[in-house]
Structures are given as C-alpha cells and as structure tokens.
C-alpha cells in the first residue's frame, strides 16, 4: 500500500498524502472555505453545498471517484480527485481535479497530488485522463500539465464564464496512459 505517503515541499514544509476517509467531511469543508470563491467558481460542484458533498461522498464509496487528501499539522491543505465511470463510451477516460490551498501553491503540492491522480489512473485501467480548465484563468495549470505528457487535445471558444461573467475558452488536455512507468 502506498499510502499514508510523507512529502517534502519546495520550502521544506512536510504534507502526508492519504486516501479520504468517511469521517473526513469537517476537514474537507474547512478546506474549501479557504479556497477563493473565484477558484471554487471553475469547480465542477458546489462543494459548499452539503447535498453535493453528500452525493460526491457516496460516490466515493462506490468507487466512482477516487479521492485523496494532503494534510499538514492535521488540516487538509490539497485534495484530488479521479472521477471514473463504470459503464458506457467513455468509461475509459478518467477526469480529474486538483485543488491547493492558496499559500501551498507553487510548492510542487500539486505536482505531488497529480502523479498520485495519474498512478491510481494507472491502476484502474483507465486508457487517458481528461482536464477541463479555463483559459487564460488556468494557464499555469496547463503549461504544467504539458510537463507530464498532457497535450491541448481542444479548445472551446468562450465556452466558460468565469466568477465575474467574463468568458473564456475551455481547454480539454488529455494524457494517453501507459500500463505502468516503465512505458514512458
């Protein structure tokens, strides 16, 4: 088992990375109270909404979304999820999404948390991995993305408004996955 795994931080600041659990849901709201509203806006969900949460968690436990937390000092401080379908056309594409606290940014907590989203990819099968990220809003997102192999598979014109109602593209980025790391 992979988990609880201990990081190391760009600034040396240590984080443990570890799968939720059930009883995870106060940390997890205190969580996304501290993400900006404007971040929480380009979240596919209302994650303040506990009907929403209540739904996401049962999915969880379905396996239908695979999530895992960063914590320091026992507060979560990231969290990525790896939304899966179990049937249809598109069961073999997982999407993801990655959400950092803002003072935990450009530490490599993100980087961290994607290659855990890619490896547990990997173990489910899945063939790729899909983003849908806001232009010009998410740049940096998507330049760090192409760093593990993603590519701008399309770009939608104006197709996201994003918290004060201006619109920009949405750009899907796909990664085609290998069986295990010694693929690439």
Known sequence: ?????????KDCEEVVIRPIKSDDRVLLNDFY??????????????????????KWFRAVEKGNVACILSLCE??????????????????????FRIAVLPQFRQKRLGTWLLLDLIQLAMDQGLEMLRADLAGDIENNVIEALKKFDFFKYAELENSVKDFSGHRHNLVIMIKRMHQNWSDF
């Open 74 to 95: 026992d507060c979560v401080v990231g969290q990525g999820s790896l939304y899966m379908k179990k049937f249809g056309a598109t069961s073999h594409v997982g999407r």
């Open 33 to 54: 109270t501290k993400i900006p509203e404007s971040d929480r806006w380009l979240m596919n969900y209302d994650v303040m909404d506990p009907i929403v949460m209540d």
């Open 1 to 9: 088992m992979r988990y609880p795994k201990e990081c190391v931080l």
